[in-house]
């Protein structure tokens, strides 16, 4: 091992809204300096349509961050440069884009340089429904492999070759222009070695395994004659693309000359293959074997790993996919989520924030500076105030059962096209009491994953979390943690999904032999534990059984 101030390393973690580079001391995982960049165009709302559930992200955005970001860390420590080892990133998924034949997003090319369908596919894109229903009719009847059987049985939207067949049956242009199809974990590494040739562009197992079908089972992705049989054009994306997979502990290459000019930083620097947020950002939390990761934010995304020798012939129904490496090597990595969690409680707040919007901020009797300032103040004030009338609230007092579906049902059992409901309404329903049943939604979603995992002989012996509601709502934790009836560990590290990894570029470089040593010394441990209340588990109990009677109703009518 090199002497202590020699190892440096940088983790870049992609999220939704925003980039954000940390600079780490591999040696203790000590956090020297973070620098976040937030997307412009994405800000501005281009290339969406939140009603058509469109979400697309250009890939200057990325670009942009990842020069901003790093020169942003080095630029708070200038004298470390020199000693940085590795660099590794993290992106949201399934975030795929169209490439031409030298790996260049279609997007950074003139005639398309404004077009929606050649952006990146953002993860929460729901627009590839119908292709979504065509994949799993097809797993179902047409007399080969079931090539979503480690994908939990149900193929989603929200994933590979869902967006690559909706894309190439609407846009003529961009499926005559496309030469390969590339997730945003594999493409920025690739981009930053100067080897985005896609024919030989290394593929991520996480992205692959649990978004695009590949497994050992079958030697890789899915047949030609699977695919051809959607669309002619899904085999030649496939056979433009390697089957072999990567986990993030291998090396991708090196710093290209040109990146290396761009961020100050020596060509010797080693890039790590990608992953997915929330996979690594396990890894940062400190995930080991039986314990549930969720990352809590915007969504969530629910992580959990199991040795490989104990998952022979288990295959798990209705999740997000497992997947050997995934998120640690020889470990098998199980993925589920929710397709909205904060996003709920940020709806209600721009629900009820539709009069001060465009009542107030039309107020003849207040002046302009006054209008914004209290714009601003309640716009703070808001989810807070909410949060203490919720707290009064009793348990089961209100009579509201809400579904946590607003953007569809990712697990268990994906179903894009479900809706969220809320019930029970009365004409003392206030807007506290709403809040609590959305918050206790959410709860339940989480808790209807930790049954399927149970039903399905998966034990879970603890729950880790981590992410902006993780850190930011005892009142959410504390429902989340009576209604699993389980301790809730909280990461201490505020970037724990670029912790992780930095974790595994400190293991590209070779401080480490493994992840699971990088974490023993770069782990930041835990801040805090929620515990259950037993008399509020045992409430929340008969909530939960309400809250499945309503979903399996609406359900069921909504067929």
């Known amino acids: 091992m090199n002497t202590p101030k020699e190892n440096y390393v940088i983790g870049v973690d992609y999220g939704t809204d925003s980039v954000r580079a940390l600079l780490v001391d591999a040696n203790n995982g000590e956090e020297f300096a973070l620098s976040v960049f937030e997307y412009p165009r994405w800000k501005q709302g281009l290339y969406c349509n939140a009603a058509k559930n469109q979400f697309r992200q250009h890939p200057l955005d990325y670009i942009e961050g990842i020069e901003f970001t790093i020169l942003g860390v080095l630029r708070q420590c200038p004298d470390v440069a020199k000693n940085v080892k590795a660099i590794s990133i993290d992106t949201t998924g399934s975030t795929p884009i169209a490439v031409d034949k030298t790996g260049t997003p279609l997007a950074l090319r003139p005639e398309f340089s404004e077009n929606s369908n050649a952006m990146f596919v953002l993860w929460k894109d729901h627009t590839a429904i119908k292709e979504a229903d065509d994949i799993n009719h097809q797993c179902r009847t047409w007399g080969g492999v079931d090539f979503s059987k480690y994908s939990g049985g149900i193929y989603s939207s929200e994933w590979y070759w869902a967006k690559v067949l909706h894309i190439i049956r609407e846009d003529q242009k961009i499926a005559n222009q496309a030469f390969s199809w590339v997730e945003h974990c594999d493409w920025l590494p690739a981009l930053l070695t100067g080897q985005t040739n896609p024919l030989t562009l290394k593929r991520s197992r996480c992205a692959a395994g649990h978004k695009a079908m590949w497994h050992k089972e079958w030697d890789g992705f899915p047949s030609n004659d699977f695919l051809s049989k959607l669309d002619e054009r899904l085999s030649v994306v496939k056979n433009n693309m390697p089957a072999e997979t990567i986990t993030a502990d291998e090396i991708l290459g090196t710093l290209s000359q040109e990146w290396a000019q761009r961020l100050g930083l020596s060509q010797t620097v080693l890039i790590g293959s990608g992953a997915f947020d929330a996979h690594i950002g396990a890894v940062g939390g400190e995930i080991k074997p039986y314990y549930l990761s969720k990352v809590i934010g915007t969504s969530t995304c629910d992580m959990l790993i199991v040795p490989t020798a104990e998952t022979q012939n288990v295959v798990v129904k209705g999740i997000c996919g497992q997947v050997d490496g995934s998120i640690i090597p020889n470990m098998e990595g199980m993925e ?35 209008r914004e300032k209290l714009k601003q103040e309640i716009s703070s004030k808001l989810i807070i105030k909410l949060t203490e009338e919720a707290a009064k609230i009793p348990i089961a007092e209100s009579g509201i059962v809400a579904l946590d579906w607003m953007n569809g049902r990712r697990t268990p059992d994906a179903n894009q096209t479900l809706k969220g409901v809320i019930a029970g309404l009365n004409l003392g329903s206030d807007a506290p009491r709403i809040f609590r049943a959305l918050v206790e939604a959410t709860a339940f979603g989480s808790k209807a994953i930790v049954e399927r995992f149970l039903s399905e002989e998966i034990r879970i012996d603890g729950v880790i979390a981590l992410g902006g509601v993780a850190k930011k709502s005892p009142f959410v934790m504390q429902i989340l943690a009576d209604v699993l009836n389980m301790p809730i560990q909280v990461v201490a590290s505020e970037q724990a999904c670029a912790l992780g990894a930095a974790m595994y570029a400190a293991v590209v470089a070779g401080i480490y032999p493994n992840v699971n040593e990088a974490q023993i010394n770069m782990g930041q441990g835990f801040e805090k534990t929620y515990y259950p209340i037993t008399e509020n588990a045992e409430k929340y109990e008969v909530l939960f059984n309400q809250y499945s009677n309503l979903g399996n109703l609406i359900e069921k009518n909504s067929l």
């Open 336 to 370: 589920a989520g929710q397709s909205a969690f904060g996003d709920i409680y940020a709806w209600f707040k721009k629900l009820l924030m539709w009069p001060v919007e465009n009542i107030l901020s039309t107020s003849e009797i207040l002046d302009i500076q006054i």
